[in-house]
Structures are given as C-alpha cells and as structure tokens.
C-alpha cells in the first residue's frame, strides 16, 4: 500500500511541478534530500546499532530474565495464559523494554519472536487469526510508554536542535495517554469478542 503511496506523492509533485514551471525547483529538491535521507539513515543506524547491542548483551547475561521476573506481575495480568518464565515473555519483556527506551526499531526483531513465541506456546487451533495476547502486544507496540525517545532526539539532533532532550515531558503525557487509551479499547474489544463466542 505504502509504494503505491509514495509513487503517487511523487508523480503528483513532477506533474504539479510541469504546471507550475518549476521543474528546475523540484530536481534541485530531489537532490538535496537524497543526500539528506542517506545521512540521517546513517546517524540513525549508529544509534541503533548501539542499542541493539545493548539489549543483545542484557539478553545474553541474563539481565533481561530479571527483568521479565520483575515486570512478571504486570505483565502475566496483561498477557493472560502465559508462562512468566517462558520465551515468549522474556521476548515480550525485551520488546516493551526496547519501546520504553524509544528504540522503535531496535524493538521490531523482539516483537516478531515474541508473537512467534506466543503461538507457539498457545499451540492455536486457528493460527490464521491472531489470539489475544497477540493482538495487545501488537496494541503496545503501536502506542508504547516511552520514557527516553532516542529515536525523536536523533532526529532533532541530527536537524540542529540545541535541545533534542526538551521534548521529555510531552512525550511522557502523550505516551502514557496513548499507551491507556489502546489498552483499554484492547480490553473492551476482548470483552465483547468473548461476549460473541459465547
């Protein structure tokens, strides 16, 4: 969906850009931020490379199983029927864990072995659908608390802001309004799903 998308954009633009006679405007435009989107991709991929080196370290030190036993009580509420020592929630740990440090990306790999680990340990009888656990990790992941938003202050950084850190405070209420609204729509549709199988 997204390429047909983006190809529209910029048909749109050169057409827009012949009937207006400023073809010269947009070629120097599409120029100028090729070479901007290959050097913010590469401030951006330093930063998550250190991260995601981070989080491999504290998985392979055992670090991320504390973790997952600490966050157990909350999360085994949330994710009902999961063992709390198991992988799927050590990868579900490491993958909130890597949102609330703003790693957006850096969290995309634990959330994809942690949904294959939630199938696996549910043993689905209808693995085309995806079971509840799945669909509120995937809520979470939408609409994440973040409590350090690397990924915005690399960007901010990498466009001249003195300081990429100020947003803090907004992040914060917008995270947590987000992150209350998704669970409690997640909640209310479980209810009502439940309430139609009956």
Not at 127 to 155: C, F, G, K, R
């Amino acid at each position: 969906m997204m390429k047909w998308v983006m190809t529209g954009l910029t048909v749109l633009s050169l057409v827009f850009a012949i009937c207006t006679g400023r073809v010269n405007e947009l070629s120097a435009a599409f120029l100028e931020e090729c070479g901007n989107a290959v050097t913010l991709a590469i401030t951006l991929t330093g930063i998550i490379a250190l991260w995601s080196g981070v989080m491999r370290v504290a998985q392979s030190s055992g670090l991320t199983r504390k973790i997952a036993a600490a966050a157990a009580p909350v999360l085994s509420r949330l994710f009902g029927g999961l063992d709390r020592n198991g992988k799927a929630m050590q990868y579900i740990t490491l993958n909130i864990t890597a949102n609330i440090l703003g790693l957006g990306n850096a969290s995309t790999p634990f959330g994809i072995a942690a949904m294959k680990a939630i199938e696996e340990e549910e043993h689905s009888s209808t693995p085309e659908y995806a079971s509840d656990n799945m669909i509120l990790l995937a809520v979470m992941n939408t609409a994440s608390l973040q409590l350090i938003p690397t990924t915005a202050a690399a960007l901010r950084l990498a466009h001249g802001s003195a300081d990429p850190m100020e947003i803090l405070p907004c992040v914060w209420a917008a995270s947590v309004c987000a992150l209350t609204a998704a669970l409690l729509a997640a909640g209310l549709l479980r209810q009502r799903r439940k309430g139609r199988l009956r």
